[in-house]
T-cell receptor, first 115, second 112 residues
């Protein structure tokens, strides 16, 4: 299995531009999570989906952030418009809800730089 | 508020056992203790979890005190590749259906 796939791995954009981050979860997993990591705030949960339905988006910082999961094998996190303070590493993770371990498998992350 | 307390950093000699402590004095009866680690520039990786019994897998052992207020993650023979930030997390196991709340973790440095 290829694991969780994220694209792009690196993104550099200018303030005000739209940014779209993509994630392909592990096949068969039915929960998907978006996290953000910065030096100041550490790892933070932004939003998660169960069976493609958003369950908790309380971690989304503001309305500029939106996430979708149109099907079981794809999710996007969009920032519009982007700001320099959005610079961070964004991780996607997936898991099998209902499984005994509840372990989450993380992707390699997308490093976003907003100038 | 953080549910767990961990030392910010620890050193361990290569080949020795690394013992990483975690305090979780307010843990509830239905909450499990999970350990993840994050090697530099990678995503976090699941290590092990437990409820009240000691657990062992191919990566590590988890020792939970009888009152469940603290635990220790043991890497039996640490290698340089074990240098990472280790996170102790308490959560109700929803079978993976809910998100993880990460604290600051312990930066474990394995010395050659």
């Amino acid at each position: 299995d290829a694991g969780v796939i994220q694209s792009p791995r690196h993104e550099v954009t200018e303030m005000g531009q739209e940014v779209t981050l993509r994630c392909k979860p592990i096949s068969g997993h039915n929960s998907l999570f978006w996290y953000r990591q910065t030096m100041m705030r550490g790892l933070e949960l932004l939003i998660y989906f169960n069976n493609n339905v958003p369950i908790d988006d309380s971690g989304m910082p503001e309305d500029r952030f939106s996430a979708k999961m149109p099907n079981a094998s794809f999710s996007t996190l969009k920032i519009q418009p982007s700001e320099p303070r959005d610079s961070a590493v964004y991780f996607c993770a997936s898991s099998l809800a209902g499984g005994l371990a509840g372990e989450q498998y993380f992707g390699p992350g997308t490093r976003l730089t907003v100038t | 508020d953080a549910k767990t307390t961990q030392p910010p950093s620890m050193d361990c000699a290569e080949g020795r056992a690394a013992n990483l402590p975690c305090n979780h004095s307010t843990i509830s009866g239905n909450e499990y203790v999970y350990w993840y680690r994050q090697i530099h520039s990678q995503g976090p990786q699941y290590i092990i979890h437990g409820l009240k019994n000691n657990e062992t897998n191919e990566m590590a052992s988890l020792i939970i005190t009888e009152d469940r207020k603290s635990s220790t993650l043991i890497l039996p023979h640490a290698t340089l590749r074990d240098t990472a930030v280790y996170y102790c997390i308490v959560r109700v196991t929803g079978g993976g259906a809910d998100g993880l709340t990460f604290g600051k973790g312990t930066h474990l440095i394995i010395q050659p």
